[in-house]
């Protein structure tokens, strides 16, 4: 990805073209591993209640840092749901092991590579 987030898309690199994959096949590909892979609002907004409540309980501790730690403890959940979700649909007939199989076999075996993902 771009950046650790994988919702920033995967770049396109040169040795793509070369392989004679085009850009919007790319693009085509990266997005539903994107699409496939977001939060459903239920799940976004669970993940990100864990850090405000942890900011308002530790508000009185931390009175100048409560919304800061609340932040950070709501992005590190967020990343952690979003990295479950990921990994169970990239398991078993999962969504997301669905897409990389059917752009594998159908677009990237024939130009002699295969495309994966994998979690840090």
């Given at each position: 990805t771009k950046?650790?987030?994988?919702?920033?898309?995967?770049?396109?690199?040169?040795?793509?073209?070369?392989?004679?994959?085009?850009?919007d096949l790319w693009f085509q590909f990266t997005s539903e591993i994107i699409r496939t892979s977001k939060l459903t609002f239920k799940e976004?907004?669970?993940?990100?209640?864990?850090g405000v409540t942890t900011g308002t309980l530790s508000l009185p501790l931390l009175l100048p840092f409560g919304p800061m730690v609340g932040y950070?403890?709501?992005?590190?959940?967020?990343r952690q749901t979003v990295a479950s979700k990921v990994q169970e649909k990239l398991v078993g007939e999962?969504?997301?092991?669905?897409?990389?199989?059917?752009?594998?076999s159908?677009?990237?075996?024939?130009?002699?590579?295969?495309?994966?993902?994998?979690?840090p």
């Amino acid at each position: 990805t771009k950046t650790l987030d994988l919702s920033s898309g995967f770049a396109y690199d040169d040795r793509l073209q070369s392989l004679g994959v085009s850009r919007d096949l790319w693009f085509q590909f990266t997005s539903e591993i994107i699409r496939t892979s977001k939060l459903t609002f239920k799940e976004d907004y669970a993940a990100w209640t864990a850090g405000v409540t942890t900011g308002t309980l530790s508000l009185p501790l931390l009175l100048p840092f409560g919304p800061m730690v609340g932040y950070w403890t709501g992005r590190k959940v967020h990343r952690q749901t979003v990295a479950s979700k990921v990994q169970e649909k990239l398991v078993g007939e999962g969504d997301i092991r669905s897409i990389l199989q059917t752009y594998n076999s159908m677009h990237f075996h024939e130009k002699g590579f295969q495309a994966w993902l994998e979690l840090p």
